[in-house]
């Protein structure tokens, strides 16, 4: 087991997590994108100009409790859980330029029956700047933040976990694509039912 220390600097303005269940590995790892640049969100009310400033591991951990008996040949393959969840925050701004950084949290669980056959838990974090931040609204800025920047990072993300997977003695697991724009879409309506439940259980609390 190799295991880093989690960093404390990981405190979130902001946090909305979605969860997705695979049961297959495969699929290619494919990207265009470079690790820096300009960024414009497609599927956002603004066409955001936002520039990458770097992607880095925040936190890695791996796990292979039964290694090597896990990785033996002639066994079925393992029943996967992959959970998403996804957090930012502002790091600074100064004349006009705000400077965000967008933390993507991976959570992979592998079981065989009730036996654990690998855990990875990943922190992934993207900064970027955005200019003139305060012409745009808080949602706005929080669903480019939620769905842009991770969709970015999810071929480097990827990559990663199969590349971690192979070199652990296992076949490399290939995360199947993930659309962030649905996920961010469903947690706020999530949270809109929420709300509305909760204003109606104060409504009768109080009558």
């Given at each position: 087991m190799a295991k880093k220390k989690k960093d404390d600097t990981s405190t979130?303005?902001?946090k909305v997590a979605a969860q997705t269940t695979e049961d297959k590995?495969?699929?290619?790892?494919?990207?265009?994108?470079?690790a820096s640049g300009p960024l414009h969100?497609?599927?956002?009310?603004?066409?955001?100009?936002?520039?990458?400033?770097?992607?880095?591991?925040?936190?890695?951990?791996?796990?292979?409790?039964?290694?090597?008996?896990?990785?033996?040949p002639g066994q079925k393959q393992p029943e996967l859980n992959?959970?998403?969840?996804?957090?930012?925050?502002?790091?600074?701004?100064?004349?006009?330029?705000?400077?965000?950084?967008?933390?993507t949290m991976v959570k992979v669980t592998a079981k065989r029956e009730d036996?654990?056959?690998?855990?990875?838990?990943l922190q992934h974090g993207t900064s970027c700047i955005i200019s003139e931040p305060d012409t745009l609204s808080e949602e706005e800025l929080e669903q480019f933040l939620l769905t842009e920047l991770?969709?970015?990072s999810f071929p480097f993300i990827r990559q990663l976990i199969a590349t971690l997977t192979a070199q652990s003695g296992f076949t490399p697991l290939?995360?199947?694509?993930?659309?962030?724009?649905?996920?961010?879409?469903?947690?706020?309506?999530?949270?809109a039912q929420q709300g509305e439940q909760d204003e109606s259980a104060a409504a009768q609390n109080a009558g």
């Open positions: 979130k303005d902001s590995a495969e699929g290619k790892v494919a990207s265009d994108e470079t969100g497609g599927d956002t009310p603004h066409d955001f100009p936002a520039v990458i400033q770097g992607q880095y591991i925040k936190d890695l951990s791996f796990e292979s409790p039964r290694a090597p008996l896990s990785i033996m992959v959970n998403f969840g996804l957090a930012y925050r502002k790091l600074s701004e100064k004349e006009g330029r705000a400077f965000y950084e967008v933390v036996n654990l056959v690998f855990l990875i838990e991770p969709r970015y290939y995360l199947a694509p993930v659309n962030f724009v649905n996920l961010y879409k469903q947690r706020k309506a999530q949270q």
